[in-house]
């Protein structure tokens, strides 16, 4: 007995089963608009654990296993060693799970989530129900025990702690129920029970129990259980009650006996003081009770905000600024200048939300601000300032648009504060400014911006896609502006000049350069002309035509001005091969002085001053002091003028005289032209000029490469087909250029185009001659398959001659034995009867099983006819679908007509009725394929008519196209089964 005192006595100073209530942890959230924020349920708190001591473990274990044993082997075993017992294995529930825990917590993650968290808790549990069920027969065994109340408490918290917590309230209820007085175990059973109900927002019956518990003003959590009695009465909608309770909870945490609820309080109470309508009594709350004051003021503004009442949310805001302002704090004023944003705009005040952009910018401008809140601010105005942009032309069909004058000043000056704030991004936003004046067709102040943004994008050197978007914008907009000529030049020339400085290369650089070098030209400045020139060369060094044309622009204005120095300078470097002009140009000084006349005329075509540009080729071409090939191309020049003209015989007369004048290392060089040529005279139907073309340039070159070269052969082919020529030609013209080195693809397609033209045009012998003359072609031969099942179906007995002529070079068996194939299936279906064994005495099974039968044989007949499909023509398609009707009215017709004998009247009306649905099915049915015939028919574009089972007219309007079309039988095969015997049978007499 001394034993058990001395083990209870050491295991007194471990009890961890002290009774001690729970401390609910506060969610600091603000609340909803008219709801509250309802706080989240919390377990009962704990001591920060130290980490594991496994010896004290041990030491504890065996101790408890140690006073087990020895209250087991005790004689006496009376309610107080078996409330004992029970505590003891309460305490082992704690160490058990004390050490689960620590295994948890090393277990490897895959090993958690494959075997679960419970099963590293199995132990504990096991305890757990060892001591609850161990309780349970001690308050069976002594109903009347003294300490029972202490029992039943024990049960709940083991309940709440390391149970499911189902039956907590029940023990809980039964503890004080089984309490004396006013005793510590009533007390913390009903604190207990009012924390369950708290935890499970049951806030009515908490507020009851909390009503006790409140009585004793010497529970040292007794804050607490201010606190959490003040939600109740929140959840409850007693907002007045529930703000006393949070004020008595916070002067609690000026009396150190009691455990401080002061951030609890503070992160809730402005909740409390907006739903009971002491917005103004919280300022004063914060303003005297915190400091700072400004964060807590921040979340009672917010609470007022989401009760919707803005001119209390504004005070409450100006108070916290107030705070922030006497504390010199920036970082807390721009907190509160967040806030006004989020506010202000949800309330739509646009002044205010103005005038506190501009604020923010005073404050960034002497302060160095958090960066996240700089980023945040900036965002915020960012985004109304976009949409106020996007919002402030109403109706953009309008001319003059019609805009806010002061949404229009707001918007720019929005864009003034983001670009101090966030400098980095300052030519973005000058851009933007350019674009809200373009929309209020403020042009010459949109010009202005997109100035700034250029200007600063080269002080930043970015060339992004903001540079590209103002100088773009800045292009247009000029047009637009309507400016004094010298200052439209100005602006043009800088988006010229930084456009092809920012991209010396790129889509639209090719053409800024030529424009810049025209502007700087019509300014006269030449200087400048030439060094875009330069730029230009350099950049695109394979422009050099337009590189010569910018070269003789300069030189005919030095020769206009007489300026012999720079002419001389230049020529100079024409003879030294710059820009590569021609060597004959290169000769002497009338061959430059030709070709720059030469190009003046090209201007002159340019622009649209054609007998005047003719009129001077025709100078060069008579002239004898120019050189061959500036003879030749001045031929060639008239040449496409009057083709210009639609004149073909005078442009191929010029074109000749061209052709006679150029040296083949130079006519190769101009075969895209050529082509081109060719081309347009074949557009104005000269098939034979445009062949002639074609064929002198193809033989001329046959053996060379150049860029043209398929497609000479392949118009040749198109000419030759076209203008019908004798097929034979074709034939000779195509083994003629076999041999020029073309592509076996190139003859390959170009035969098939051939075929497909003769097929459409219906040129039947001449398809046979060239089909014959290229059968190795295998694409011909499935066209020519195609076209002869199409002729032989047009005259079956007439193309039996010419499908034994093509037998040699391909296949065409199969025309002949499918058509045999439709006929002898058009003649089965046509001829297919059914009768049913007459007896004088009707045999019911012997009619049904003939029934079956000849079902059985009409789907047998739509099979065959499906697979008979898939293989032929439409007009063999036709032919089928014109008799798969027939059978199903001959044996509606037998079904009708047959009278069973040897049966009474009864029985005879029975089979009629039976036999009625029989034939009205086979009808339906046969209709139905009628309908489906006639159908196809149409959606194929064909006309019909049928005779004797032939077919006298097919293709609507007699379009080959369409008949070559080939249908498959899918179309129509699943319309022509009948369904199995079973689903159609009707047994006879029902």
Not at 174 to 189: D, F, P, Q, V
Not at 528 to 538: D, E, F, H, Q, S
Not at 840 to 865: H, T, V
Not at 879 to 887: A, W
């Amino acid at each position: 007995m001394k034993k058990i005192i001395l083990l209870v006595s050491i295991l007194s100073a471990n009890n961890v089963f002290a009774e001690t209530p729970a401390l609910q942890n506060v969610e600091n959230k603000a609340a909803a608009p008219a709801k509250v924020v309802e706080p989240m349920p919390a377990p009962a708190p704990q001591m920060a654990s130290p980490s594991f001591d496994q010896e004290r473990w041990k030491k504890l274990m065996v101790l408890i296993d140690s006073e087990i044993k020895t209250i087991k082997g005790n004689r006496y075993s009376g309610p107080e060693l078996k409330h004992r017992m029970f505590e003891l294995y309460s305490e082992k529930i704690k160490l058990i799970k004390e050490k689960e825990n620590l295994n948890l917590l090393k277990a490897e993650s895959t090993a958690v989530i494959k075997n679960g968290k419970e099963s590293f808790f199995k132990a504990s549990q096991d305890q757990y129900k060892t001591a609850q069920s161990y309780a349970l027969s001690i308050v069976t065994q002594y109903p009347k025990y003294a300490r029972i109340a202490e029992i039943y408490y024990a049960l709940a918290i083991n309940s709440r702690d390391y149970g499911t917590s189902a039956e907590t309230e029940k023990f809980l209820k039964l503890a004080i129920s089984r309490s004396t007085g006013e005793s510590k175990t009533m007390y913390n059973a009903k604190t207990a029970l009012a924390e369950y109900y708290y935890n499970n927002k049951r806030y009515h019956e908490a507020v009851g129990y909390y009503s006790d518990v409140l009585k004793n003003q010497e529970d040292e959590w007794y804050g607490k259980h201010l606190y959490n009695a003040g939600w109740c009465h929140l959840k409850e909608r007693n907002f007045k009650k529930a703000l006393e309770l949070m004020k008595l909870s916070f002067e609690t945490t000026k009396n150190k006996k009691y455990v401080s609820m002061k951030e609890q309080v503070y992160n809730a109470i402005g909740i409390f003081f907006v739903q009971a309508d002491a917005t103004y009594e919280g300022v004063e709350f914060f303003e005297l009770n915190a400091s700072p004051s400004a964060p807590h003021l921040l979340t009672l503004a917010l609470s007022s905000m989401n009760k919707s009442n803005f001119q209390m949310t504004d005070e409450v805001l100006k108070a916290a600024l107030r705070d922030t302002k006497k504390r010199k704090d920036a970082n807390g004023e721009m907190k509160v200048r967040l806030t006004q944003l989020d506010v202000y705009r949800e309330s739509k005040k646009d002044e205010q939300y103005f005038e506190t952009a501009n604020s923010i910018l005073d404050l960034h401008k002497k302060n160095k601000l958090d960066a996240d809140d700089l980023f945040m601010a900036q965002n915020k105005i960012k985004e109304v300032a976009g949409f106020m942009q996007i919002n402030l032309i109403k109706d953009k069909s309008k001319d003059p648009v019609v805009y806010s004058k002061d949404d229009y000043k707001k918007i720019m000056r929005y864009f003034d504060i983001l670009s101090s704030l966030d400098r980095p991004k300052k030519k973005l936003y000058r851009y933007y400014q350019g674009e809200t004046a373009l929309s209020a067709q403020d042009y010459q102040v949109a010009l202005k911006y997109y100035v700034r943004a250029i200007m600063n994008a080269k002080l930043t050197k970015d060339k992004d896609e903001t540079t590209r978007k103002a100088l773009d914008a800045m292009l247009a907009t000029i047009e637009y502006a309507k400016l004094p000529k010298a200052k439209e030049d100005e602006y043009t020339i800088f988006a010229f000049k930084n456009f092809v400085i920012f991209y010396p290369q790129s889509d639209k650089s090719q053409a800024i350069y030529q424009k810049l070098f025209n502007k700087y030209f019509e300014l006269g400045r030449i200087k400048k002309a030439v060094n875009i020139l330069m730029v230009y060369k350099m950049n695109y060094q394979s422009d050099d035509k337009i590189h010569r044309e910018m070269l003789t622009q300069i030189l005919d204005s030095y020769i206009k001005a007489k300026n012999t120095d720079k002419l001389a300078f230049w020529i100079g470097k024409i003879e030294k091969g710059y820009l590569s002009f021609s060597s004959e140009y290169i000769q002497n000084s009338i061959a430059v002085l030709g070709d720059l006349l030469f190009n003046k005329y090209q201007a002159l075509e340019k622009k649209g001053l054609v007998k005047e540009a003719v009129k001077g080729y025709e100078s060069i071409y008579d002239s004898k002091q120019y050189p061959k090939r500036t003879k030749a191309e001045a031929a060639y020049a008239i040449a496409a003028l009057t083709l210009e003209q639609n004149n073909v015989k005078l442009s191929y007369k010029w074109l000749k005289k061209s052709l006679d004048l150029y040296d083949n290392k130079d006519l190769i060089k101009v075969t895209s032209s050529l082509f081109v040529l060719a081309k347009g005279y074949r557009l104005l139907q000269d098939f034979e000029v445009s062949n002639e073309l074609a064929l002198i340039t193809a033989r001329k070159f046959c053996k060379d490469i150049y860029k043209n070269k398929e497609d000479f052969y392949q118009l040749i082919n198109e000419n030759t087909i076209i203008h019908k020529t004798n097929i034979s030609n074709l034939i000779k013209v195509e083994d003629e250029f076999k041999k020029c080195d073309l592509s076996e693809k190139l003859i390959s397609r170009t035969q098939t185009e051939n075929m497909e033209r003769l097929i459409y045009a219906d040129r039947y012998q001449d398809a046979i001659t060239y089909f014959k003359a290229n059968s190795v072609n295998v694409g011909l031969v499935k066209m020519m398959d195609k076209y002869v099942k199409y002729k032989f179906y047009q005259n079956p007995i007439a193309m039996k001659k010419d499908i034994d002529s093509l037998t040699s070079v391909m296949d065409l068996t199969a025309v002949k034995t499918q058509y045999e194939y439709v006929l002898d299936f058009a003649k089965k279906a046509h001829d297919m009867k059914f009768e049913f064994t007459s007896e004088e005495k009707f045999n019911e099974d012997k009619f049904n099983l003939e029934l079956e039968q000849y079902f059985a044989m009409i789907g047998e007949l739509n099979n065959e006819a499906v697979a008979l499909s898939k293989n032929s023509s439409p007009q063999e398609v036709i032919m089928i679908r014109n008799v798969l009707g027939k059978p199903y009215f001959s044996l509606e017709k037998a079904v009708r007509n047959y009278m069973p004998k040897g049966v009474d009247e009864r029985y005879l009306q029975g089979f009629k009725s039976g036999m009625r649905q029989v034939t009205e099915s086979l009808i339906a049915k046969g209709l139905q394929v009628d309908r489906e015939k006639v159908a196809f028919l149409e959606k194929n574009n064909y006309f019909f008519e049928v005779q004797k089972n032939d077919i006298v007219g097919l293709e609507k309007n007699n379009s080959l196209v369409n008949a070559l079309n080939f249908h498959s039988a899918i179309l129509f095969s699943s319309t022509l089964d009948i369904g199995t015997t079973s689903n159609n049978r009707v047994v006879a007499g029902q």
